[in-house]
């Protein structure tokens, strides 16, 4: 499976962006997608995930009411659409891809794409 976000760039404390990742290579509707963030000298967290069908969804607390992630199958493409961005927001955000909701186990990564928030 091939994941490329595109959507990253810098913006103020307050803005508003949206992260894309196109998946290719394996039947994308029978895949569990996720969001995770990287910040600087921090581990990776995840962020956000849903599954195959849409149906369920999970956040990290921190992004509850602000992020909101989704899917088009028909595309290939899952989506982050990030709201009242704060400073705490930056960093790197990885696409993922796995295959059971219930392991949230993630096989497949994209190469990442930087949010900077400033304040």
């Known amino acids: 499976v091939r994941l490329v976000e595109s959507g990253g760039g810098s913006v103020q404390a307050g803005d508003s962006m949206r992260l894309s990742c196109a998946a290719s290579g394996r039947t994308f509707s029978s895949l569990t997608m996720g969001w995770f963030r990287q910040a600087p000298g921090k581990e990776r967290e995840f962020v956000s995930g849903?599954?195959?069908?849409?149906?369920?969804?999970r956040y990290t607390n921190s992004v509850k009411g602000r992020f909101t992630i989704a899917r088009d199958n028909a595309k290939n493409t899952v989506y982050l659409q990030m709201n009242s961005l704060k400073p705490e927001d930056t960093g790197v955000y990885y696409c993922a891809a796995g295959g059971s909701w219930d392991s949230q186990i993630y096989n497949y990564w994209g190469q990442g794409t930087q949010v900077t928030v400033s304040s």
């Open positions: 849903i599954s195959w069908s849409g149906r369920r969804i």
